[in-house]
């Protein structure tokens, strides 16, 4: 039987899939029995869903403009 | 026909995406504005987790767009656009930093990448491996308010900025940005077990942060 200290350690392993058959349901196997490591562990997945949801930072309009003069320079020597 | 919904809020969806490609080889300027508006800001962000200074941040990604036009004939495709750009980023990002007599952290990744080390504090759990305290629910589980509300927001970026680099780069390129694991191997020059070592640790740090944050909001 896992404890939750590895529970703890194997988690981004079983959400990334990187789990071997007999980890994976022994780590399932603790999961179904541990409320405490279920509340940890889909606390872990909200966070890396959170993070995929961040908005993209701005390109400053300064940058934005260079990068279409040098635009036009690449496009007179090609 | 409209486009499928994208299943991360990154990447474009790729049909659409070899039209503007098209265009650009073209040299029509409309299409290489869309394209600098789609990726731009995902590029600068992924900069920002390799140098810390904003304005050379900004250097490195429009280094990375002048090398990707260069080199447009040479994408092909194989993979998305903005996989493509992030590898010449990192590139750019790297010889930068081999020219300034740094190099960039992965480099030294056999030691700081090992599995030593625990991701969660071990004085958490007892010495039979339970947990000491019991884990707190939080108010707040829904990933798109999390990322939506200013204050859950802001503690998110600020436990990401507060992460050692390779954990930053890592966590930034797989949850942020949707890449593959493998893609993100063959980006940073890491081997999987070290790319998941060091995801692992910055997705607790970073629960804990956002644990944290709970805990002082009650």
Not at chain 2, 36 to 53: N, Q, W, Y
């Amino acid at each position: 039987m896992l404890t939750c200290k590895q529970i703890a350690e194997l988690a981004t392993a079983y959400a990334e899939g990187q789990l071997g058959f007999g980890d994976r349901l022994r780590f399932q196997l603790h999961l179904g029995l541990c409320a405490d490591c279920r509340t940890w562990v889909r606390q872990l997945g909200v966070t890396a869903r959170a993070l995929g949801r961040l908005p993209a930072p701005e390109l400053p309009k300064e940058l934005e403009a260079e990068l279409l003069r040098r635009f036009e320079d690449w496009k007179k020597k090609r | 026909m409209s486009p499928p919904p994208p299943a991360h809020a990154g990447p474009a969806p790729l049909a659409d995406e070899a039209v503007l490609v098209g265009r650009l080889k073209a040299g029509d300027r409309a299409a290489f504005a869309e394209l600098v508006g789609r990726h731009g800001g995902a590029l600068l962000r992924l900069a920002s987790t390799f140098v810390k200074d904003r304005s050379v941040a900004e250097e490195v990604v429009q280094d990375a767009w002048l090398a990707a036009l260069d080199g447009l004939d040479a994408f092909e495709a194989r993979s998305s656009l903005r996989t493509w750009l992030f590898s010449i980023l990192a590139n750019k990002a790297r010889n930068r930093a081999v020219r300034e007599g740094r190099s960039l952290p992965f480099s030294a990744l056999g030691a700081a990448g090992g599995d030593g080390e625990a991701a969660v504090d071990p004085a958490r759990f007892h010495a039979d491996g339970h947990w000491l305290e019991a884990t707190a629910a939080w108010s707040v589980e829904d990933p798109e308010r999390l990322a939506g509300g200013a204050e859950t927001r802001a503690a998110i970026e600020r436990a990401i900025a507060a992460l050692p680099e390779a954990q930053r780069a890592v966590v930034t390129l797989r949850d942020v940005e949707g890449l593959e694991a493998e893609e993100i191997c063959n980006l940073l020059g890491l081997t999987l077990t070290n790319q998941r070592v060091l995801l692992h640790r910055a997705r607790t740090r970073l629960r804990q942060a956002l644990a944290e944050f709970m805990d002082g909001a009650r």
